[in-house]
């Protein structure tokens, strides 16, 4: 499967959000939006209708690490989410009802889990959905340190599903890049490594050797 890269926007400057993103889009492969409610995550970004403003060419992944999902899901599909992924956690017992509505809506449903969580928690959705996202540090806030531990995780999924689409979010630079390709993730999110660069070409290339 091809390698894909995200950066993720909430290591960009939120003041000039469309630059922003231009600065990136043409070296990458999907654009990677966290939304944070302040309650599922301590940390609080924004909603559909600013992500309904944003100017891009690549694809939308609306990560939506938020409480509820299920009553926002059509608001980010009609903002322009080309994928829409929901928490595990988040979801509980409504995660197959959700992962059904993001798909009706006509947006690929994608399903994530926090490094605490037991990759067993999304065994059963693996049919339901087009891309599971493992988290590689606790969720919340750009910059942490990448969590090795959670590379079973990746591997174990690849041997589950071999064809599946893997993301890895959380402390993804030049160094940890090659462990999660290695075990098997096929999209590697990173922000703060590419909006703190100094050249973001640069830095974007290095994820791919």
Known sequence: MKLKIAPSILSADFGKMNEEIASVEPFSDLIHVDVMDGHFVPNLTFGAPVVKCFKHKLPLECHL???????????FAEAGAEMITIHVEAAGNKTSEILKQIRALG??????LNPPTPIEAVRPYLDEVDAILVMTVNPGFG????????LSKISTLRRWKPTLEIG????????????????????????SYIFKAKNREEAIRKLRV
């Not at 938020?66 to 926002?72: G, L, Q, V």
């Not at 947006?107 to 994530?112: D, E």
């Not at 910059?143 to 959670?150: K, M, P, S």
Request: proline share 6%; aromatic share 4%.
């Open 143 to 150: 910059g942490q340190a990448f969590i090795e531990d959670c």
């Open 65 to 75: 690490m938020i409480t509820n999902p299920e009553k926002y899901v059509k608001a």
């Open 107 to 112: 947006v690929k449903p994608a399903l994530s």
């Open 168 to 191: 890895v979010d959380g402390g993804v630079n030049a160094e940890t890049a090659p462990l999660a390709i290695q075990a098997g993730a096929t999209v590697l999110i990173a922000g």
